[in-house]
């Protein structure tokens, strides 16, 4: 019994959430592995977090963000904008923009046509779909079903010719495994290459970049737990043959053991890092516990 409540009180003293953050470091200093500048995004919110985030637009005074918004009362994920300001890094205004009865995170964006569209990883539903997000009133309407498979953290990208979508899927989605679909008749049904690394290093960690005419993956880096480590791996070979070159891994700032979300637009970049809620009791008890394990 004294077993149990020990355990009981060891988990609720490590409970994480996670941060965002800004890196204003450029992306070419990032990929030539220069120090990271982090400024956090700050909130009033203590029961509530915001994870996985998405580049919807920016200008010189404000940032919109498309995010999973997790609540402690609902322990349920759904799909958020943010507004914050530009200098202070504080939110200024959260909006749900897609609420469902699963699990919603990774909210993708998709760029077409001058419409913008998401889709958001659904796994526990089954599949994924696209919906797409009206600037105006702020709001997801679905507009088709994607993929059958219960994909996780999945990217749809048409930067090498054709609509491919990577992703893992469950029941091993932090796994070494990468698969890559093609369409047949608009769903992605028809998987091309199945890509196997040698550590766990397949989960997307958000949207594919381009930089100097080279094209970029982040990957999560899930060895001893989810989401340690984004690693940024260069994308070589074709359709038939991709290739994947890790050429940095960006580990968490100091005080954080996590950071799996990496998203460029134009030359902002986007995280998220995993904290303790109560960090002057969860290091040094989270430390003694690894000692010891």
């Not at 919109?64 to 609902?74: H, T």
């Not at 046509?113 to 709001?139: F, Q, V």
């Not at 580990?251 to 995280?271: E, Q, R, S």
Request: proline share 4%; net charge neutral.
């Amino acid at each position: 019994m004294i077993a149990y409540y020990f355990k009981q009180l060891f988990y609720k003293a490590i409970i994480h959430k996670w941060e965002l953050a800004f890196i204003e470091t450029p992306i070419d200093d990032v990929l030539q592995g220069k120090k990271l500048d982090f400024r956090y995004v700050k909130h009033q919110y203590r029961n509530r977090w915001f994870a996985d985030p998405f580049i919807l637009s920016f200008n010189e005074q404000e940032i919109r963000l498309l995010v999973e918004d997790y609540s402690d009362r609902d322990r349920l994920g759904k799909i958020s904008r943010l507004i914050i300001d530009r200098y202070s890094y504080e939110v200024k205004d959260v909006k749900i923009v897609l609420s469902l009865e699963t699990h919603l995170s990774f909210p993708a964006i998709k760029r077409e046509n001058g419409k913008i569209y998401i889709y958001p990883e659904n796994n526990k539903a089954g599949g994924l779909w696209l919906y797409e997000y009206d600037l105006e009133e702020e709001k997801c309407k679905e507009v088709k079903r994607l993929c059958d498979d219960p994909l996780t953290d999945a990217i749809q990208t048409n930067l090498f010719g054709s609509s491919l979508i990577f992703s893992t899927r469950e029941p091993a989605p932090n796994s070494n495994i990468l698969n890559i679909y093609s369409s047949v008749n608009d769903v992605f049904s028809n998987v091309t290459q199945i890509v196997s690394f040698e550590e766990n290093i397949a989960r997307n960690a958000g949207d594919f970049f381009e930089f100097k005419g080279e094209y970029y993956r982040p990957a999560q880096v899930c060895n001893d737990a989810y989401g340690q480590a984004v690693s940024l791996q260069k994308i070589t070979g074709s359709i038939s043959n991709f290739n994947f070159e890790e050429v940095r891994r960006i580990y968490p700032p100091n005080n954080a053991f996590g950071l799996h979300t990496f998203n460029v637009y134009k030359d902002m970049i986007v995280v998220d890092i995993r904290v303790f809620r109560y960090p002057w009791i969860a290091i040094p008890i989270y430390a003694l516990y690894r000692k010891i394990r």
